[in-house]
Each structure stands twice: as structure tokens, then as C-alpha cells.
């Protein structure tokens, strides 16, 4: 089995934190939309994970990420949404402000 590829853009905030975009590695190199967006590095799913658990801000484009966001609790299964046919998730942690 290959191994699981993302595209991430990861964005830091001095005063909230660390906000990430992740994109399946179909959804970035496929979609018309989505492969032009700027991404800050590529990540297995072991990275991806550390990454969710120290970002505020995460958007998930894939499903792929989408169900790890969902094992890893930041995601409803019922909170996905879909932008130009793509499926979407969002999560903000406001717990620490």
C-alpha cells in the first residue's frame, strides 16, 4: 500500500497560533481549483496528525484528511461540507481564548 501523501499550508499567528490548510495529495495535484493554492510542505499521516493536535485553525479538503480529522476527534462526521465538489471540514479550537 503507498503511503499516505498531504499537502499542508501551514500559517503561524504570534498571538492565536497555528493555523493549517491540508489537502489530499488527489485533491492538490487534480482539482483545477485546488492545485494552484500554495502549500508549505508535504506530510505522511503520522506528521498530519502531530500537526492537528498543535493547530488552532484546521481545513481539511479531502476525504482522505477528513477521516483522520474524524479519528482524531477535531472533526462531526455531520460538520462536512463540499466547495467546488470537493469535500470540506473546519475546525477552531476557542477553547484557550
Same mark, same amino acid.
Given at each position: 500500500m *503507498?503511503?499516505? &501523501?498531504?499537502?499542508? *499550508?501551514? %500559517?503561524?499567528?504570534? %498571538?492565536?497560533?497555528?493555523?493549517?490548510?491540508? +489537502?489530499?495529495? *488527489?485533491? !492538490?495535484?487534480?482539482?483545477?481549483?485546488?492545485?494552484? !493554492? /500554495? +502549500?508549505t510542505?508535504?506530510?505522511?499521516?503520522e506528521?498530519?496528525?502531530?500537526?492537528?493536535?498543535? /493547530?488552532? /485553525? &484546521?481545513?481539511?479538503?479531502?476525504?482522505?484528511? &477528513?477521516?483522520?480529522g474524524?479519528?482524531? %476527534?477535531?472533526?462531526?462526521?455531520?460538520?462536512? /461540507? !463540499?466547495? +467546488?465538489?470537493?469535500?470540506?471540514?473546519?475546525? &477552531?479550537?476557542t477553547?484557550? +481564548?
Open positions: *503507498d503511503e499516505e &501523501i498531504f499537502y499542508v *499550508d501551514i %500559517r503561524n499567528n504570534p %498571538r492565536y497560533g497555528q493555523f493549517i490548510t491540508v +489537502y489530499d495529495k *488527489d485533491v !492538490k495535484e487534480n482539482h483545477e481549483v485546488f492545485r494552484e !493554492k /500554495s +502549500y510542505k508535504t506530510v505522511n499521516r506528521e498530519l496528525i502531530q500537526l492537528l493536535r498543535t /493547530s488552532v /485553525s &484546521i481545513i481539511l479538503y479531502g476525504r482522505k484528511c &477528513i477521516e483522520i474524524i479519528e482524531e %476527534r477535531f472533526i462531526h462526521p455531520d460538520a462536512i /461540507s !463540499k466547495q +467546488y465538489g470537493v469535500e470540506v471540514a473546519i475546525y &477552531i479550537d477553547r484557550r +481564548y
